[in-house]
DNA sequence: TATCTATTTGGCTATACTGCCAAATAGATC
DNA sequence: GATCTATTTGGCAGTATAGCCAAATAGATA
């Protein structure tokens, strides 16, 4: 991997590869409409509860994702109400990189 | 991977998986001061000129770079000027993402 | 043309990730 | 306490990714 810094951004790519992965963008993006419970989340996206828990377990140890237990479920939100505005950044890195249609506005 | 839409967004998870490398998101960040031909980001990440370069394949096919060849040269830049942007939105998605100090703004 | 430099590609091994099943844990209800 | 539901954890097999070396390609220079 080559000894340098690497490290030094590790927090930035942590997040990026825990939102690296479809079903756990596709969770993430359906927590912009309030929390779930893990059950529902499995229903979503449809692979083993295990599974589920596992990426779930990947969003919330990257901080984009927190946890709540109530009763027998834990249900899952957003750590911050920024998530729309990052989807729209990452719309605009690259040209054209509009994944449902063209809503976004282009930066470049 | 439970068959479901998982294909819709996958332009953004091609970008997301792009970055989530520590070396490419190096290399994208150096970008950030201009344009750098391979044999200055293979100094500048270590490994070998190989992976490097496939690095950078990765990361002109998801868009986020651009290449243009000049001379024996390939030079490599940003496919837009967005990118800093983007990156704040990176430290802001998880609470105190921020690697480099705390002077980015928090937003939630 | 021969050669030299810069970059890419092919191929291989090591490592990491994914996703399933089965078992364990935690809390609610009987 | 027994049982039921919801979620997590352990473990395994399949797949993908990373990084190195060697070879191939592309263009510059002699």
Redesign the pocket.
């Known amino acids: 991997?080559?000894a340098f810094r690497?490290s030094v951004s590790s927090k930035r790519v942590e997040v990026l590869?825990a939102l690296?992965?479809?079903?756990?963008l596709l969770i993430t993006e359906a927590l912009m409409n309030g929390e779930l419970?893990?059950?529902?989340?499995?229903a979503l996206v449809?692979?083993?509860?295990?599974?589920?828990?596992?990426?779930?377990?990947?969003l919330?140890a990257a901080g984009v994702l927190r946890?709540e237990?109530?009763?027998?479920?834990?249900?899952?939100q957003l750590g911050c109400d920024c998530f729309g505005e990052f989807l729209q950044c990452v719309d605009q890195v690259c040209p054209s990189s509009t994944s449902s249609g063209s809503k976004t506005k282009m930066c470049c």
Chains 1, 2 share one sequence.
């Open positions: 991997m080559g690497k590869k690296a992965h479809p079903s756990r419970c893990v059950g529902a989340i499995q449809g692979d083993d509860v295990s599974t589920v828990s596992k990426h779930l377990t990947i919330r946890s237990k109530r009763g027998l479920n834990v249900f899952y």
